[in-house]
């Protein structure tokens, strides 16, 4: 039974989820692994798991991203967005960050799995998909990061093991393997059931299987360059496994409003003005030269003018131009983590680089026709399709990327690959303190300090492993 601590522990996270306004805090500062000599139920540690999830992928970690890879632009002179703008990243940018991955994520995944697993696999197979979400965000960022050892508290010291980044993909693709085992498993061998608490699903298992093939797919696509070949089989071996996948099992960070409010609009609440969209992006969908793009008017605010307009990367001073659309800005807008368009993206590089562009222009035909029924809620027009989703065998990488680029619009996997395949093509702001736009994170300060089994990079601009362009 939940002592009153527990209890007051887990509520406060959960209310406070997206409120906090502290310019390098937010949720990450806040949460606290309810990890004491008591017993905490599984739902309880699943909506932990969940809210610090929802943290890592559309908080700061994101932002600072969108900035480098263009879809953002930071604003606001002499706060931190600025700092990002100009590229100024340091071992203290981000020590908020890694550690709500690690004591709000990392460490109650593990809880659910060793001390729920065996009597139910639906919550352990959850745990273990937000497990290889999150140390998949973590390796992506920083590179060598700990996996068989993280989360394991004081069973190693709080001094984890660090692995490189080749092993910790291996982990997440057994650690999902294991996850679609649990999850299929027949209803009778769990206890108890994800219901309320899991804030993504509801409890549908049938979603997180979909979510664990796609996530498969999106890490061997990161060999991309690596293997080529094998990659690509891969991403398509796991595609195809994964049966008749739907939209309508699409993974949604999902935000109640009132004090479990959207990140976006808690930022620009207590932040406002801090981030613009970039005007590179906004000039994507808005160049008059070209066939309109009906995801513009949900994607974007508009501006002091009444019209659509973005903050140029290099100009920290614009504030007046738009900012995120209501799509996924209000207070309980839900923002795309792991979706459908994605894997036929996926799917659409995959069979390019294994040698059938036929297959792979119907793939992102497919592709670019549901990201924009998922954003507008309407099947584009025939203009539409004939200028952007009638593709044929004389595809190329960057009409797949570029399409993907815009269409996981907030979504941080945009800047894995921005760095993996170098679409859209950026060039650095050349007033930045660093020669180039950041390819990763330096190791946080309490790593290199107390920890003496990190792998310790400092230089933003060194590549992670998988990045060899």
């Known amino acids: 039974m939940l002592t009153k601590k527990i209890s007051i522990k887990i509520i406060a996270l959960s209310s406070i989820l997206l409120m906090i306004s502290a310019c390098d805090g937010y949720?990450?500062?806040?949460?606290?692994?309810?990890?004491?000599?008591?017993?905490?139920?599984?739902?309880?540690?699943?909506?932990?798991?969940?809210?610090?999830?929802?943290?890592?992928?559309?908080?700061?970690?994101?932002?600072?991203?969108?900035?480098?890879?263009?879809?953002?632009?930071?604003?606001?002179?002499?706060?931190?967005?600025?700092?990002?703008?100009?590229?100024?990243?340091?071992?203290?940018?981000?020590?908020?960050?890694?550690?709500?991955?690690?004591?709000g994520a990392v460490v109650d995944s593990r809880n659910i799995i060793r001390d729920y697993g065996a009597d139910n696999p639906y919550y352990s197979g959850i745990a273990k998909v937000l497990l290889a979400l999150n140390i998949g965000l973590a390796t992506d960022l920083w590179g060598a990061v700990p996996f068989d050892q993280a989360g394991l508290g004081l069973e190693v010291d709080l001094t984890p093991a660090y692995q490189t980044q080749d092993v910790v993909l291996q982990r997440i693709q057994t650690t999902l393997d294991e996850a679609i085992v649990e999850l299929g498993a027949e209803s009778t061998a769990n206890t108890f059931f994800p219901g309320a608490d899991d804030l993504i699903f509801q409890g549908d298992v049938q979603g997180w299987i979909q979510t664990a093939w796609i996530l498969k797919a999106r890490y061997a696509n990161r060999l991309s360059e690596i293997n080529p070949s094998q990659s690509?089989?891969?991403?398509?071996?796991?595609?195809?496994?994964?049966?008749?996948?739907?939209?309508?099992?699409?993974?949604?960070?999902?935000?109640?409003?009132?004090?479990?409010?959207?990140?976006?609009?808690?930022?620009?609440?207590?932040?406002?003005?801090?981030?613009?969209?970039?005007?590179?992006?906004?000039?994507?969908?808005?160049?008059?030269?070209?066939?309109?793009?009906?995801?513009?008017?949900?994607?974007?605010?508009?501006?002091?003018?009444?019209?659509?307009?973005?903050?140029?990367?290099?100009?920290?001073?614009?504030?007046?131009?738009?900012?995120?659309?209501?799509?996924?800005?209000?207070?309980?807008?839900?923002?795309?983590?792991?979706?459908?368009?994605?894997?036929?993206?996926?799917?659409?590089?995959?069979?390019?680089?294994?040698?059938?562009?036929?297959?792979?222009?119907?793939?992102?035909?497919?592709?670019?026709?549901?990201?924009?029924?998922?954003?507008?809620?309407?099947?584009?027009?025939?203009?539409?399709?004939?200028?952007?989703?009638?593709?044929?065998?004389?595809?190329?990488?960057?009409?797949?990327?570029?399409?993907?680029?815009?269409?996981?619009?907030?979504?941080?996997e945009t800047y894995s690959d921005w760095r993996r395949t170098g679409v859209p093509e950026l060039n650095p702001f050349a007033g930045a303190v660093i020669g180039g736009i950041p390819l990763r994170l330096p190791t946080p300060q309490d790593e290199r300090l107390y920890n003496p089994n990190a792998i310790v990079v400092g230089d933003p601009l060194i590549p992670v492993y998988w990045d060899v362009n």
């Open 232 to 412: 690509a089989n891969d991403v398509l071996s796991y595609i195809n496994q994964s049966g008749a996948m739907s939209p309508e099992n699409d993974a949604f960070m999902n935000f109640f409003g009132g004090n479990a409010i959207n990140q976006w609009r808690a930022f620009e609440n207590d932040r406002g003005a801090y981030y613009r969209v970039s005007s590179f992006f906004v000039d994507l969908l808005t160049d008059s030269s070209t066939v309109a793009d009906p995801r513009a008017e949900f994607f974007f605010t508009t501006d002091a003018n009444g019209s659509y307009s973005g903050t140029p990367f290099d100009d920290q001073s614009v504030t007046s131009s738009s900012y995120v659309g209501d799509l996924y800005a209000q207070d309980n807008s839900p923002v795309p983590l792991v979706t459908y368009v994605e894997a036929k993206f996926l799917e659409a590089e995959a069979h390019l680089r294994a040698g059938s562009p036929g297959m792979a222009a119907e793939a992102y035909n497919t592709a670019v026709i549901a990201s924009v029924e998922q954003v507008t809620g309407s099947s584009p027009s025939q203009e539409f399709i004939d200028e952007y989703a009638s593709a044929d065998a004389s595809i190329a990488l960057e009409d797949i990327m570029l399409q993907k680029y815009i269409a996981l619009f907030v979504q941080i």
């Open 27 to 103: 949720l990450e500062d806040d949460i606290e692994s309810p990890n004491d000599p008591v017993e905490a139920t599984p739902g309880l540690l699943l909506s932990n798991v969940q809210v610090a999830t929802f943290a890592a992928y559309s908080g700061q970690l994101t932002r600072q991203s969108l900035v480098f890879n263009r879809q953002l632009a930071g604003t606001a002179e002499g706060s931190q967005s600025q700092e990002i703008a100009l590229y100024n990243i340091t071992e203290l940018t981000n020590v908020n960050e890694w550690e709500a991955i690690w004591a």
